[in-house]
């Protein structure tokens, strides 16, 4: 069975500063790959998806994450992080013929000024 | 906005209790996915359904079930309410079921079991 890791439970970052939130999975073949960003008291919203294709994907508010298959990483970036970013984020997968979400424990980010 | 939306925000019960969380899909979506979120055990997929059928199961118990009616709309059936119940319950939808299928969360509803 698939699974995913986000090994940072919390992750503190100056107002400005570059981000790098990590994310490992286990899974046998070219997995579908998103992360979401929960708002205190929001649901979850996607802020992008890997499914094939360009290694390097884009998505909103400025964030971008890498597929590497070699370390079974996907991990989620950002140049320059604003207060507005303060939440928590989630990694997720979707494995071949299903299109559930196994989803990783979360990492919280604390923007501090 | 994500177009997914789940009533009630909020519940409050005791034990022993049943509830019925309700969930209506972004409009032409025809997937729609339950989820719990818990601190202890984080975000799991509960059940799936797609045009009114169970498509996919996950680690829902015994005690919860689920269906989808004919307008596409979703309830989740809690019964006999423990205090470990309580969590914040999401419901996703997606056009289709397959992979791939992107999934959209409505804004969740929070139980609290008391």
């Known amino acids: 069975a698939q699974s995913v890791t986000q090994p940072d439970i919390h992750i503190t970052v100056s107002e400005g500063a570059s981000l790098e939130l990590r994310c490992n999975y286990s899974y046998g073949a070219t997995p579908y790959l998103f992360w979401y960003v929960q708002s205190p008291g929001q649901g979850l919203q996607l802020l992008l998806k890997y499914f094939s294709g360009d290694t390097l994907v884009q998505g909103i508010k400025g964030f971008e994450a890498e597929f590497k298959r070699s370390q079974s990483s996907f991990n989620l970036r950002k140049p320059s992080v604003h207060w507005s970013d303060a939440a928590e984020y989630f990694c997720?997968?979707?494995?071949?013929?299903?299109?559930?979400?196994?989803f990783g424990k979360g990492t919280m980010l604390l923007v501090s000024p | 906005d994500s177009g997914v939306t789940q009533t009630p925000k909020h519940l409050i019960t005791a034990t022993g209790q049943r509830v019925t969380l309700r969930c209506s899909p972004r409009s032409g979506d025809l997937s729609v996915y339950w989820y719990q979120q818990s601190l202890d055990q984080g975000l799991q997929f509960l059940i799936q359904?797609?045009?009114?059928?169970?498509?996919a199961k996950g680690n829902i118990l015994e005690r919860f079930s689920a269906q989808q009616f004919p307008d596409l709309h979703s309830e989740l059936n809690l019964s006999s309410l423990e205090l470990g119940d309580s969590a914040l319950y999401f419901c996703?939808?997606?056009?289709?079921?397959?992979?791939?299928?992107?999934?959209?969360f409505g804004p969740g509803t929070r139980l609290t079991v008391l």
């Open positions: 996703a939808s997606s056009t289709l079921a397959g992979e791939g299928d992107t999934q959209y």
């Open positions: 359904y797609y045009n009114g059928e169970e498509r």
């Open positions: 997720a997968v979707q494995s071949s013929g299903y299109s559930t979400l196994t």
